[in-house]
């Protein structure tokens, strides 16, 4: 009776990453199994970021609608008119409009209190040594909110390879230290399975000073963390 190989399960590292000697299925033109080592990768690469974008909106209210939209209108297109000066025409993009009612209850009845109208855009920033200045230039142009700061890389892509580069070296790694403490050798890769997209991530352990004049709002970047993992099939003999 022909035996099964035995599987073996190598903790190479705490709680992460584990390495499986197996059988694959059988292969279908010789119809033997083939023995295989599996192992996982993970890499993490830190870049300073050179872009930013920014969620800014102009809120306004009023009585009635019309007079809330226009009010409005005169707000967000001086918003745009400073910022499209200091930027490129396409680094500024609506996000969203919206015109809402709002109400209070008194004594269980609904009463109108008037009409919110809100705009809001997104602005790319290349520059960051400025960012401190459009985020104040755009406060004294209008904006009433400031939502939201995303630190992002012009490379994006680039970034992404070298931490998947770094994470299949990583899983090759493993798999020769588990096919060398199972006294096995291998013979090649079988499959390379990615897991999911590298995704930046914003790191605070170390931030970047920016260079800006005193009345400039403080902003500190950080560091960007892109993250892969792999899997890693290798064939054994």
Do not use: C
Not at 131 to 159: M, P, Q, Y
């Amino acid at each position: 009776m022909r035996m099964m190989p035995v599987m073996l399960v190598a903790a190479l590292a705490a709680g992460v990453s584990e390495a499986r000697v197996q059988a694959d299925p059988p292969d279908r033109a010789s119809g033997s199994e083939r023995r295989v080592i599996a192992t996982q990768g993970r890499a993490t690469v830190r870049k300073a970021p050179d872009r930013a974008f920014l969620v800014l909106a102009t809120e306004t209210r009023a009585p009635q609608p019309g007079d809330a939209q226009r009010r409005n209108a005169e707000l967000m297109t001086a918003v745009q008119q400073r910022l499209k000066a200091e930027l490129p025409a396409d680094a500024v993009r609506t996000l969203s409009y919206s015109i809402q009612e709002e109400y209070e209850f008194t004594e269980g009845r609904r009463v109108p209190r008037g009409y919110l109208v809100s705009n809001t855009i997104e602005v790319r920033v290349d520059d960051l040594s400025r960012l401190g200045a459009l985020i104040d230039l755009a406060v004294g142009s209008g904006a009433t909110t400031v939502s939201h700061i995303r630190f992002d890389l012009k490379e994006r892509e680039a970034a992404e390879r070298e931490a998947l580069r770094e994470a299949v070296a990583n899983a090759w790694g493993r798999a020769e230290a588990a096919a060398a403490g199972a006294n096995v050798e291998i013979s090649g890769v079988v499959r390379i399975e990615e897991h999911g997209p590298a995704m930046p991530l914003p790191v605070m352990q170390r931030t970047m000073a920016m260079e800006s004049r005193a009345a400039d709002t403080p902003i500190q970047p950080g560091e960007i963390e892109i993250e892969a993992a792999v899997t890693l099939t290798a064939g054994i003999r």
